[in-house]
């Protein structure tokens, strides 16, 4: 809706204080868009991608061509700027639609999914490209199912599920909130230790074959759950946005 793909199902939107329904011209060209798929022109080089994008813009054939080796040093591509999209590897096709949506030096980048399918090492080098692009001011609106990509690139947060907001605020601080620092995990739990965690209140969530304990800091319970029901040993971690998610949405798989 935000960029007017998808039609308003009702109320008012506004971007850049313009109305969607009225100034959408003025609103799209504002706006860059990464989307989930890899919408390249199969026809075109990784050059004339950019040049031919950067048309639908009104840029002149000079300046497009100027910004679109601009980008590519950007996003490191440089160096296959004549090569046919379908030579490239997933994570170059998913750092060149980046450098598309940047084409038209847009005041908001949308970005659906963008890592998705992606190996650790184009993930995390797609992640270092937003951050540069975070610390120039742009506004970036990023959709995502990976909770590490959530907590590393986002200063605000919004957990949805089934259409409605759940949780909204900085990634660390619903961590804190909402799980505590640490988590407690016990496989094979035994119900002398479903019952001691029943009986001192603490918070916990039972899986049947394990047990997740939420607690703060409790190094000292950790030892004592160690020591008297899971001698051969259990784990202590530092909890993360995925486990907020997790306990806000539940576990069961989702369609």
Not at 115 to 139: C, N
Not at 172 to 182: F, I, N
Request: with cysteine; proline share 4%; hydrophobic share 40%.
């Amino acid at each position: 809706m935000v960029y007017g793909f998808s039609p308003m199902t009702d109320g008012q939107l506004r971007v850049f204080g313009l109305d969607i329904s009225q100034d959408w011209r003025l609103i799209k060209a504002r706006i860059g868009v990464c989307q989930q798929e890899n919408n390249l022109d199969p026809d075109l080089t990784v050059l004339e991608n950019l040049e031919v994008f950067a048309r639908y813009f009104d840029i002149s054939k000079t300046e497009a061509r100027k910004k679109a080796h601009e980008l590519l040093a950007f996003i490191a591509l440089e160096h296959r700027w004549n090569a046919p999209v379908s030579q490239l590897s997933g994570g170059m096709m998913r750092r060149l639609v980046l450098a598309r949506a940047l084409i038209n030096d847009p005041d908001l980048l949308i970005l659906d999914e963008p890592t998705t399918g992606l190996d650790p090492q184009s993930r995390h080098q797609f992640w270092e490209r937003l951050e540069q692009l975070r610390e120039k001011g742009i506004s970036i609106l990023l959709t995502t199912h990976y909770m590490d990509e959530a907590s590393r690139l986002c200063d605000r947060l919004i957990i949805i599920d089934h259409g409605l907001i759940l949780v909204e605020g900085k990634p660390e601080d619903l961590v804190v909130k909402h799980v505590g620092r640490d988590i407690i995990e016990i496989s094979g739990p035994t119900q002398e230790l479903r019952n001691y965690l029943a009986s001192e209140g603490l918070p916990f969530e039972d899986l049947g074959h394990r047990v997740v304990i939420y607690c703060e800091d409790r190094g000292d319970l950790y030892q004592k759950i160690t020591k008297d029901f899971c001698r051969e040993g259990c784990i202590l971690r530092m909890a993360t946005l995925e486990d907020v998610f997790l306990k806000l949405t539940g576990r069961e798989l989702r369609e």
